[in-house]
Each structure stands twice: as structure tokens, then as C-alpha cells.
Nanobody
């Protein structure tokens, strides 16, 4: 059974930073393409970033501010969020299916507000 557990969210001021983590189990993490997606209130799921053997890929809205990385020994995916903006406020999820954006964990809330 695929399990994904996100953590690291919180309340931060504009311009601040956070580091999200996603601990994965139940599948072969080291060979898997992994992604972060987010959902703001009242909107659909938006793809943010993907990491796979080909490299890293970002949505234009986060490129240059967010960094996706992974530790295959720890089966953990990360997302470093820098220079946060109010429009980054959302629930953030990791997934091992960047196309379908499912399955996902329970998510971790990021709120950017002054």
C-alpha cells in the first residue's frame, strides 16, 4: 500500500521560507518519479514540481523560488519554499504520479500572511 506523509507546513510572512518533507513507503521510491502539487481554497489541484531521472521541472509560478529534492536512502521527498507570496497559500501534497496527481498524502498546510 502506497503511503505518503507530508509535513513542514505552517504560517509564514511574505518573503519567508519553509521546507516541506514527504516520507514515502509501499513502493520503490528510488526509481519513482515524484511530484509536489497544491490546492488553494476553492480551486483545483495545481502541479508545482517534479523530480525524476531526467531532472527537475517546475511550474512557472514557482520556478526560481521553490526547489524539489529527494533523499532515496530515507525515502523522502523535499520541497524548499523561498520568497513565499500570499498566493502560495495552499494545502501541499506529494504524489508518486505526477500526471494523475494521485495517490497523495493528507497534505500539509502552508499559509503566507502578514
Amino acid at each position: 500500500e502506497v503511503q505518503l506523509v507530508e509535513s513542514g507546513g505552517g504560517l509564514v510572512q511574505p518573503g519567508g521560507s519553509l521546507r516541506l518533507s514527504c516520507v514515502a513507503s509501499g513502493f520503490d521510491f528510488p526509481i519513482s518519479s515524484m511530484a509536489w502539487v497544491r490546492q488553494a481554497p476553492g480551486t483545483g489541484l495545481d502541479w508545482i514540481a517534479t523530480i525524476n531521472t531526467g531532472g527537475t521541472y517546475y511550474a512557472p509560478s514557482v520556478r526560481g523560488r521553490f526547489t524539489i529534492s529527494r533523499d532515496d536512502l530515507k525515502n523522502t521527498l523535499y520541497l524548499q519554499l523561498n520568497n513565499l507570496r500570499t498566493e502560495d497559500t495552499a494545502m501541499y501534497y506529494c504524489t508518486n504520479n505526477p500526471i494523475l496527481k494521485t495517490p497523495r498524502g493528507q497534505g500539509t498546510q502552508v499559509t503566507v500572511s502578514s
